[in-house]
T-cell receptor
Framework: ETGVTQSPTHLIKTRGQQVTLRCSSQ?????VSWYQQALGQGPQFIFQ???????GRGNFPPRFSGLQFPNYSSELNVNALELDDSALYLC??????????????FGPGTRLTVT | AQKVTQAQTEISVVEKEDVTLDCVYE???????LFWYKQPPSGELVFLIR??????QNEISGRYSWNFQKSTSSFNFTITASQVVDSAVYFC?????????????FGRGTSLIVHP
């Protein structure tokens, strides 16, 4: 059984640029969630995708957007990067589209640094 | 106000000691879910346990046990006979309904260091 994978592992961008992060969900999981984890903090829910549609969103501005593909993989796009966007971005998959009501399986994350 | 409070920022113990990680939550919902996750240095969160608000039974899994008390809004986690491999950051999380979706809120985590 393949776990959740994310790419790239690390990324350095300049303020104002755009970035795309990628996630492949665990085999058989049809729901993907994205989280932002600032240093020393807990993960913050960005949004969740189920059947290629956004299915719940946290308190993040519209410049954070996403996509889910038919194979359940997902992308997180962030436009107009700000210094505060520097964080570990975690992707999590689950089998049940219950948003945050069920256990999720996390990838290792993408460390984004904005300079 | 924080919805999930993990008051212990860092705990340091010696191997074989028992350790309890505290979690206090705040919600007005009657239906909600509580979780514990472990985040080792590799970064990925590992699911440990899920509890719904109607199930106050305590649970034991090997050296791990959880004490859920609705009266005090607490969901504490105890590791018995700690081992060096238990060193990690542990997060408590609350999922409550918001606009038809269950949105998870994580605490700030407790860093557990187990010394040999």
């Amino acid at each position: 059984e393949t776990g959740v994978t994310q790419s790239p592992t690390h990324l350095i961008k300049t303020r104002g640029q755009q970035v795309t992060l990628r996630c492949s969900s665990q085999s058989g999981h049809n729901t993907v969630s994205w989280y932002q984890q600032a240093l020393g903090q807990g993960p913050q829910f960005i949004f969740q995708y189920y059947r290629e549609e956004e299915n719940g969103r946290g308190n993040f501005p519209p410049r954070f957007s996403g996509l889910q593909f038919p194979n359940y993989s997902s992308e997180l796009n962030v436009n107009a990067l700000e210094l505060d966007d520097s964080a570990l971005y975690l992707c999590a998959s689950s089998l049940v589209p219950g948003q945050g009501a069920y256990e999720q399986y996390f990838g290792p994350g993408t460390r984004l640094t904005v300079t | 106000a924080q919805k999930v409070t993990q008051a212990q920022t860092e705990i340091s113990v010696v191997e074989k000691e028992d350790v309890t990680l505290d979690c206090v939550y705040e919600t007005r919902d009657t239906t909600y879910y509580l979780f514990w996750y472990k985040q080792p240095p590799s970064g990925e969160l590992v699911f440990l346990i899920r509890r719904n608000s109607f199930d106050e039974q305590n649970e034991i899994s090997g050296r791990y046990s959880w004490n859920f008390q609705k009266s005090t809004s607490s969901f504490n986690f105890t590791i018995t006979a700690s081992q060096v491999v238990d060193s990690a950051v542990y997060f408590c999380a609350l999922s409550e309904a918001m606009g038809g979706s269950y949105i998870p809120t994580f605490g700030r985590g407790t860093s557990l260091i187990v010394h040999p």
